[in-house]
């Protein structure tokens, strides 16, 4: 689905897998569908995030991770880069392992695109009259280096504060 608003990345940086993501501070590599969780003060470098319970007030929720494999999710790649070719297409074999660093704005715009079309349809359908934005937390140039393929997509009200599951409100 088109038309969420979004806002601006946080970009996370290379790190181990620290912490389930129960309440209390969670490694953003352990962030699954249906964690909440609080604004981190830096929006920049983050490695971790304040898990809390849903059902407690919160800024965040977790509503799919994906991984960004082909060249096609970027659009134009990295002019400086010759190992991919620029016009690839979704599903023509090549390999994002082999390209490198988009830059943020390129990261950053392919994971947008594929988090809004990943938003629950039922959620969007209950709450399309709402203020509430799309997020994302994306690979830092250092964790791309090491392989990080992985966006974490979540929704959040600039209001402030959710309270409550907005997936697990689906029925």
Partial sequence: MRG??????????????????????????????GTCFDDPEETQGILEVEVVPCD???????????????????????????????NAEEGDGEDLDEVAYPG????????????????????????RDTDLV????????????DGDREVVCFVSSPDGVLTGSLLEDQG
Wanted: charged share 20%; net charge negative; glycine share 10%.
């Fill in 104 to 127: 943020g704005a390129a990261v950053e715009g392919a994971a947008l695109d594929r988090c809004t079309t990943a938003f629950p349809e039922p959620v969007a359908e209950r709450y």
């Fill in 4 to 33: 969420w608003p979004v806002r601006g990345r946080l970009v996370v940086a290379a790190g181990l897998l620290l912490a389930a993501c129960g309440p209390g501070e969670g490694s953003v590599f352990a962030l699954e569908e």
């Fill in 56 to 86: 407690e007030p919160h800024d965040n929720e977790v509503f799919a991770t994906l991984q960004l494999t082909d060249p096609g999710d970027l659009g134009a790649v990295n002019a400086d880069d010759t190992s991919a070719d620029p």
């Fill in 134 to 145: 799309i997020g994302v937390l994306t690979p830092s140039e250092a964790s791309w280096q």
